[in-house]
């Protein structure tokens, strides 16, 4: 079936870095989303990504929709520590119904 | 507006003992999904459901489970008998697919332990 592979699997870093991660697929999304998981908590989307070389911002959050349509990326700039938590990509395609998720990236941020 | 609401948000039972894990969506929502997450396998999902009817069960990982939607404000997955590897947090998430983003509202999960 299909499947995302997301990197890194954790981070551990200083507060205050800037952080990035990505997701690749061996098949095409019409839309890519980044959710984020606080402990405890169910995922909470972040940014959703609908056409292929968007560039969209949240804050101190960036994500971009590859070119392909077969990645995307997820940049956080100076790192606080309340952004520690496990960070998911997920790629739809239209009329799919369902989401694929990555395996998740885990940040730790060290004060 | 309330979210997705799940309970038990944590359960312990002993091994063979019968499971039900309870979730309401999202008012008007018309695709609910039911995830298990673990370490070892990460989010994975199990069932969906649109408009009250099941869409992909294929995730389920066998008999012992069960998913059921009688209505659109209420769903239910059942585990009989439990076994300890059916320990995981189960988490339900909904969406309304008339705004096509894609956005899934997550329940904050029940966390099961098999003994």
């Known amino acids: 079936g299909q499947q995302l592979n997301q990197s890194p699997q954790s981070m551990f870093i200083q507060e205050g870095e800037d952080v990035s991660m990505n997701c690749t697929s061996s098949?095409?999304?019409?839309?890519w989303l980044w959710y984020k998981q606080d402990p405890g908590e169910g995922p909470v989307l972040l940014i959703a990504l609908y056409k292929a070389g968007e560039l969209t911002s949240n804050g101190r959050l960036t994500a971009q929709f590859g070119i392909t349509r077969k990645d995307s990326f997820l940049n956080i700039s100076a790192s606080i520590p309340s952004d520690v938590g496990i960070y998911f990509c997920?790629?739809?395609?239209?009329?799919?119904?369902?989401?694929?998720f990555g395996d998740g990236t885990t940040l730790t941020v060290k004060p | 507006d309330a979210g997705v609401i799940q309970s038990p948000r944590h359960e312990v039972t002993e091994m063979g003992q019968e499971v039900t894990l309870r979730c309401k969506p999202i008012?008007?929502?018309?695709?609910l999904f039911w995830y298990r997450q673990t370490m070892m396998r990460g989010l994975e999902l199990l069932i969906y459901f649109n408009n009250n009817v099941p869409i992909d069960d294929s995730g389920m990982p066998e008999d012992r489970f069960s998913a059921k939607m009688p209505n659109a404000s209420f769903s239910t997955l059942k585990i009989q008998p439990s076994e300890p590897r059916d320990s995981a947090v189960y988490f339900c998430?909904?969406?309304?697919?008339?705004?096509?983003?894609?956005?899934?509202?997550f329940g904050e999960g029940s966390r099961l332990t098999v003994l």
């Open positions: 008012s008007g929502h018309d695709y």
């Open positions: 998430a909904s969406s309304f697919s008339q705004r096509n983003t894609g956005e899934l509202f």
């Open positions: 997920a790629g739809q395609r239209t009329n799919a119904g369902k989401s694929t």
């Open positions: 098949s095409i999304f019409n839309t």
